[in-house]
């Protein structure tokens, strides 16, 4: 067994293989962000944040 890698009882893919997985969820997610920011950018609206509101709803 390799140190590096825990035990927890479920089989591991190989970390090359594993490697590739979190690269393709980085484009996935990059691309979706992108997606988003060109459609606000378009429809020329503003962020808001949902914190900003959560905030403004507990002060009232």
Do not use: C, Y
Not at 4 to 26: F, M, V
Not at 41 to 49: G, H, L, P, V
Request: charged share 30%; aromatic share 4%.
């Amino acid at each position: 067994m390799n140190q590096a890698t825990p035990d927890l009882g479920i089989p591991s893919p190989s970390l090359k293989q594993n490697r590739g997985n979190r690269k393709k969820a980085k484009v996935a997610l990059a691309r979706r962000i992108g997606v988003v920011l060109h459609r606000m950018w378009m429809d020329n609206t503003d962020f808001r944040s949902i914190r900003e509101e959560a905030m403004a709803l507990r002060a009232a």
